[in-house]
């Protein structure tokens, strides 16, 4: 995992820079930006495979137990992704900022 959020942090840093270059390349930031949703893919693949391996090495009685907590467990999982990335439209690159003025430059392209 460490490895993945690496490679995540990596890949977003080289999107802001080119978002905050003179000629920010549309077609360089939409590649790095499925790059990191397949890491992100790769990492919740991952989990997944390793809820199954312990899954596997259980008795009964504890795959009832370990079962009944799968679904708090694809929660956190999905939440830690959102909340550790937190998307260009979060917190992150382009913040609450530019969301407020979107319907403002609609706007003014219009009239």
């Keep these: 995992m460490v490895d993945y959020r690496s ?3 990596k890949t977003r ?3 802001k820079n080119l978002f905050t270059s003179n000629n920010p390349d549309e077609g360089k930031i939409l590649d790095l ?3 990191v949703s397949g890491i992100q893919a ?3 693949a991952s989990s997944i495979k390793n809820w199954f391996q312990i899954y596997n090495l259980l008795n009964d009685q504890q ?3 370990f079962r009944k907590m799968a679904p708090g467990f ?3 999982m999905g939440e830690g992704f959102q909340k550790r990335g937190k998307g260009m439209m979060g917190r992150g690159m382009m913040g609450k900022g ?3 003025h979107r319907g ?3 706007q003014q392209d219009n009239g």
């Design 74 to 76: 694809l929660e956190r």
């Design 13 to 15: 840093l080289d999107i």
């Design 98 to 100: 530019m969301m407020q």
């Design 63 to 65: 795959k009832e137990t």
């Design 42 to 44: 790769d990492m919740k």
């Design 7 to 9: 490679d995540i942090a």
């Design 104 to 106: 403002k430059m609609s």
């Design 33 to 35: 930006t499925k790059k």
